[in-house]
C-alpha cells in the first residue's frame, strides 16, 4: 500500500513538471508567434510604402519629363509610322 | 460568603469571581456579541463574493488582462491597371493626457521632444500647460513617434492612426477625392466607395507579464477586416494625357475651367476624367471651392449644338429626312414667335448631313419643326438627358429637360440645338455613346468591369447610326466646323458647340466651348468629351477651343490603348503647324 502511495506521488510530480514545462514552451512559441505576427505586420506597412513610392516615381509626369529631357525622346511624325497588323486582318496598310 | 478560616489557595471550581454571582445575561449577551461578529464577517463575505463579484473579478483582471485593438487599413484605391490612387499608410499621433503624475520632465527632455515634435519649446510648454486631454501633433511618422516613446514622459502617449497618400496629387484629384484626418471619405470616390473602403479594426484580450510582453490570448478575438481595395476604370496613362492637354489649353485660352471625359464604348467605363481647376489632395491647406468643383460632373451647362447631331439622328430615324435632303437655311434667320434664331454665315439650301457639318442653327431649327414634341422630349430622356449618370458619384447632377408639354415653337427650335436644356459633361459624354454603338445607349461605370454592360437600351437603329457617324466625320473634314480635331492615323468624328452662358436668366457674351466626338469610325472605341469654360484669348468657337484638344486626347488615348490606325495616313502637314504630340 505504501509502495503504490509513493509511485503515485512520484507520478503526479512528473505530471505537475510536465504541465508546468508545457505551459511555459507554450508560451515561448506564443511570444514567438507574436514576435512573426508583428514582423508581417510591418512588413506589410513597408509594402504599402514601397508602392507608394514605386507609383509616386512612375507618375506619369515625371516619365514624361524623363523620356523627353533626359533621353531626348519624341513622338515620330505620323509618316513614319508604319503600322503592322496582325496577319489575317485583310488590311493592305 | 468568606471563608475566613480556611487556606488562602482557592481550588478551580471555587473561583472568586464564580462567587460573584455575575447575572446570567451577561455571557449570554457576550454570546451574541461574537455571534453578532459572525454575521456581519459572513454578510461581508456574501457581499464580495456574491454581489460585488463581476466588478473585483474585473478590477482582478484588469491589473494583468488587457484588450488590445488590431487596427484594419483603408482600402487601396488603384487604377485599372494595378498603379494605385491612393494608398493608407500607419502614422502616430501624439497626445498629452494631464494629471495623476508628479513627475516633471527635465528641461532636456522638453528640448528633444520639441525637437521631435518639430515644435517650438515655448509652444509646446503652453500646450502642456493645458488641464485637458490635448493632441499634440497629429500624423508623425512611425519613426518619429518610436523615438518619442523612448523618452517615457510621463503623461505623454500615442495613437495609430492612418495617413492617406494620393501618389497621382491633383491629376486625379477630382475623381479620387480625399478623406479627413480620421480616415473618413470627404469627397469624390473615397467619400461614393466609402463604406467598402472602410476597414473594421478587430480587437482581442491578452494576459501581460510585468514586462508588458503578452503571454497569452484570453477570451474571442475579433479578427480585424481591413478595406475592400477598389479598382477604378481609370488609367491613370489616359487620365494624364487628359488631364495635360486640357491644362494646358486652360492656359492657350485663358479659360475659367474646363473638363475632359474620356469613356470606353464598349464597356461604359470612365477610362479618364479631368478637370481644371484642381488642386493637391496631399496638401489641403487654402482649398477653395472652385477647385473642389468635379465640374465635369456636378455643373450643368447648356451645351449648344453638340445635341444637334441627336435632332438629325431623331429626323432620320422617324423617316421626316434622309442624309441628303436639302434644307434652305438661307438667309441665315429664323423666325419663330417673335425670336430669331441665326447663323454665323449666311447659308444656302444644305443637305442634312451638311447642316451637322457645318453647324447650322436654322437648318437644325428647321428639322426639329418637322418633330413632334413628345418625340424629341422621349428621344432626350432615353439619352438621359434630365437623369442623373448613376455612379453612385456624390454630387452628380440630373440637368434640366423639362416636359414637353409646356414646350412653346421656339424653345423646340432652341432645344433642338442645345440651349434651353442643361446637362453636365459625363452626361453628354453617355450621350454620345448611342452614336459609338449600334444605337444603343449604356450605363457608365466608375470601376473597372471586364463584363459587357447590362441594361443598354436601343434609341437609334444602326442605320441611323451609321449615317450619323458619317456626318460627325464630315464635320472634321475641311468645310466643317472642327478641322482641327481631325487625329492623325485615325477617322475621328464628332460635333463641336459653342454655347453663351446664362447668368441671372439671360444670355451674356461668355461662352462655353466644347467638342464630343468617338473613333475609329470603322469601329469606335472611345468617346472624347472637351468642355472649356470662357475662353478669353482669340477664339472662342468649339472647333478651334476644343476641338485640339479632343484631337490630342484622342490620339493619345487611341495609342495607349493600341488601337490599330484605320486611316491610310496623309503625308505630314509639313509646316509649323506640326502637332505638338504627348507621349
Known sequence: MMRLNVFLLVLILCCALGAVTSQHKARKLFQEMEAEQEHARRLEVEFGQ????????????????????????????PARIVTVLPAGSGDDQ | MINSGGARAHKFAESPILELGLPAWRSRFMALLI??????????????????????QEKGESRYRRDLEISASRGRISDRNGDVLAVSTPMRSIWYQPGGFDLQPTPEQMQRLAGLLEMDDRELRRRLASDKFIYLKRQLPPETGERI???????????????RYYPTGEM??????????????????????????????????????????IVEDVGSIRLPRDGRDIRLALDSKIQYIA??????????????????????????????????????????????????????????????SVMKPFTAALALEAGKVRFDTLIDCSPGRLTIGGKTISDTRR?????????????????????????????????????GLGQAPGLGFPGEVAGRLRPWKSWRPIE?????????????????ARAYTV?????????????????????????????????????????????????????????????????????????????????????????????????????????????????????????????????APDAPVVQADAGGDAEQERL
Open chain 2, 347 to 383: 447659308y444656302g439650301p444644305l443637305t442634312v448631313a451638311q447642316v451637322i457639318q457645318k453647324s447650322s442653327n436654322v437648318g437644325t431649327a428647321k428639322i426639329a419643326a418637322l418633330l413632334e414634341p413628345e418625340q424629341m422630349w422621349n428621344m432626350f430622356d432615353a439619352i
Open chain 2, 412 to 428: 423646340q427650335a432652341t432645344m433642338s440645338y442645345g440651349h434651353g436644356l442643361s446637362l453636365s459633361l459625363i452626361q453628354l
Open chain 2, 149 to 163: 516613446a523612448a523618452l517615457k514622459l510621463p503623461g505623454i502617449g500615442q495613437d495609430r492612426e492612418y495617413r
Open chain 2, 243 to 304: 488631364y495635360s492637354q486640357l491644362k494646358q489649353a486652360v492656359e492657350d485660352f485663358k479659360a475659367r475651367a474646363g473638363g475632359v471625359v474620356v469613356l470606353d464604348t464598349r464597356t461604359g467605363e470612365v477610362l479618364a476624367l479631368a478637370n481644371w481647376p484642381t488642386y493637391n489632395p496631399n496638401n489641403r491647406e487654402r482649398l477653395t471651392g472652385t477647385q473642389l468643383r468635379n465640374r465635369a460632373l456636378t455643373d450643368t451647362y447648356e451645351p449648344g
Open chain 2, 35 to 56: 455571534l453578532a461578529c459572525f454575521v456581519v464577517l459572513i454578510a461581508r463575505s456574501f457581499y464580495l463574493q456574491v454581489l460585488n463579484n463581476d466588478f473585483l
Open chain 2, 172 to 213: 486625379t484629384a477630382h475623381l479620387v477625392g480625399f478623406t479627413n484626418i480620421d480616415d473618413k471619405g470627404q469627397e469624390g470616390v473615397e467619400l461614393a466607395f466609402q463604406s467598402q473602403l472602410l476597414g473594421h479594426s478587430g480587437n482581442r484580450s491578452v494576459i501581460k507579464d510585468q514586462k508588458g510582453q
Open chain 1, 50 to 77: 514601397l508602392q507608394l513610392e514605386l507609383s509616386t516615381w512612375a507618375t506619369s509626369p515625371r516619365i514624361e519629363r524623363i523620356a523627353r529631357e533626359k533621353l531626348e525622346m519624341r513622338l515620330p511624325e
Open chain 2, 435 to 563: 452614336f459609338a454603338r449600334d444605337g444603343d445607349i449604356i450605363p457608365l461605370t466608375l470601376t473597372r468591369s471586364d463584363e459587357l454592360p447590362l441594361g443598354s437600351k436601343q434609341v437609334f437603329s444602326p442605320q441611323t447610326v451609321r449615317e450619323v457617324r458619317a456626318m460627325l466625320e464630315m464635320a472634321t473634314w475641311e468645310g466643317g466646323t472642327a478641322p482641327r480635331a481631325r487625329v492623325p492615323g485615325y477617322r475621328a468624328g464628332g460635333k463641336t458647340g459653342t454655347a453663351y452662358k446664362v447668368e441671372g436668366g439671360q444670355y451674356v457674351r461668355k461662352y462655353v466651348a466644347s467638342f464630343v466626338g468617338l473613333a475609329p469610325l470603322s469601329d469606335p472605341r472611345v468617346i472624347v468629351a472637351v468642355m472649356i469654360d470662357e475662353p478669353t484669348t482669340g477664339a472662342h468657337y468649339g472647333g478651334d477651343v476644343a476641338g485640339p484638344v479632343f484631337a490630342r486626347v484622342m490620339g493619345g488615348v487611341l495609342r495607349t490603348l493600341g488601337v
